[in-house]
């Protein structure tokens, strides 16, 4: 992991903060300043920070928040902004979100003290389920997206208005219901399986409808129910079961993809010398029969 990763994963401070540190020579590696802003720290190493070991953690934590809007999923603004960070105690400092939320949108969020979990949890197809409110009514042509999907190659209405994401390819939703109507709204809940960037606000944007209100109530079987905004809870023991349970379902299907791969490599191998055998077989052949 690289440096300042390593850092702002295990301690109280930032990516950004860590590279000031770094830069500022408060950062030793086995008592030595570490200037390297590149290096990659190994198991076996032992980082300071201001004299005091960095101590990655080996037990799990996840919490579920409650976020409201009006916050960003970031340690840090360059506007000046507020932060989930800015919300959050300060325990919760050196956690990692799993994907985020914009910055008008609020509800369900994890956090966890381990980055290979966060990573395994944001890109997997577990169902993400959200409560919204367009400014108007539902269409056939939206209907007909949510069930088939939809290819765009342009997607910037309803993305951030710097960001570099121009198109966009939506997978059909996992599942949908209006829940009311009206001349000018609709309220939905609907149940995708990825996490793009501003995926639903680009999704109804490409129909000229704006989202008004935009909740995550449920990501991969974890539900938010009854908990207040900008409040936390830590995960009970079967969600850290069942965590337990998909990261190991995770490295058993890579250990088999790797498996199968060099199966399949072996195999392509054995096809590749057969063929040649045959081929200088014939040759052969070919020789004999014309020096009879």
Do not use: C
């Not at 830069?23 to 198991?43: H, I, M, P, R």
């Amino acid at each position: 992991m690289r440096l300042n990763k390593y850092i702002s994963h295990n301690t109280r401070y930032s990516r950004r903060e860590a590279d000031r540190l770094i830069e500022e020579g408060e950062v030793t590696l086995n008592k030595k300043v570490l200037k390297d802003f590149a290096y990659e720290v190994e198991e076996d190493d032992h980082i300071y920070v201001k004299g005091k070991q960095v101590k990655p953690s080996k037990e799990l934590t996840i919490i579920v928040y409650n976020k409201p809007k009006g916050a960003l999923v970031t340690k840090k603004d360059d506007r000046g902004r507020t932060t989930i960070y800015h919300k959050l105690a300060g325990k919760f400092r050196h956690f990692v979100p799993v994907g985020r939320l914009d910055y008008a949108s609020e509800g369900l969020l994890l956090l966890t003290d381990t980055p290979e979990v966060a990573t395994a949890l944001m890109e997997s197809g577990l169902d993400r389920t959200y409560n919204l409110k367009i400014d108007k009514p539902i269409s056939k042509e939206m209907i007909t997206a949510m069930k088939e999907g939809l290819v765009l190659d342009d997607a910037r209405a309803g993305g951030h208005e710097k960001s570099k994401i121009f198109s966009m390819e939506f997978a059909p939703f996992a599942h949908f219901e209006i829940r009311a109507e009206g001349k000018n709204f609709s309220k939905l809940r609907v149940t995708i399986t990825e996490g793009k960037n501003r995926e639903l606000r680009r999704f109804f944007g490409h129909f000229e409808a704006k989202v008004l209100d935009l909740k995550r109530v449920a990501f991969g079987g974890i539900e938010l129910n009854n908990l207040p905004t900008n409040k936390t809870r830590f995960f009970t023991r079967r969600e850290y079961d069942d965590v337990h349970k998909f990261m190991k379902r995770k490295k058993d299907n890579a250990k088999a993809d790797i498996y199968n791969q060099a199966n399949a490599k072996k195999q392509e191998e054995e096809n590749k010398r057969e063929k040649e055998y045959q081929q200088n077989k014939a040759l052969k052949q070919k020789k004999f029969h014309k020096k009879d």
